[in-house]
């Protein structure tokens, strides 16, 4: 049941919805339900959402909020995300309280993955 009044849902621009759908399922693990040729929603994965085709790509230089996944193996992840097709955009850095990368899927839009700091 949906929390009255809490983030719900978010939506992404994809200029090709093909090779987004691709890659999260690949990276991540993800599935989706298809509404039509120009939408593809994802539910189970923190926060549901969904991708509509568009020649648009959200950015963080752009104004964009940054959506970003924890993982409990960074590096491996990491890689998982570069075999996918994701485009590695800052490595792998320290921030107070742990560790992160950003990245592009195909689509070009951004997001982020962060992890614990090394002990």
Excluded: C
Excluded at 68 to 92: C, Q, R
């Amino acid at each position: 049941m949906p929390a009255h009044e809490k983030i719900n849902y978010v939506e992404y621009p994809s200029r090709d919805l093909s090779a987004t759908k691709k890659f999260f399922t690949q990276a991540f693990g993800w599935k989706f339900e298809d509404y039509g040729p120009e939408y593809a929603a994802f539910s189970g994965e923190g926060l549901d959402g969904g991708f509509y085709k568009a020649d648009l790509a959200a950015s963080t230089a752009n104004g964009s909020a940054l959506v970003v996944f924890y993982s409990m193996a960074l590096e491996d992840t990491l890689v998982k995300v570069a075999a996918a097709g994701g485009s590695i955009t800052k490595p792998i850095f320290d921030f107070p309280g742990g560790r992160r990368f950003h990245f592009t899927e195909p689509s070009g839009n951004e997001f982020a993955v962060w992890g614990d700091p090394i002990k």
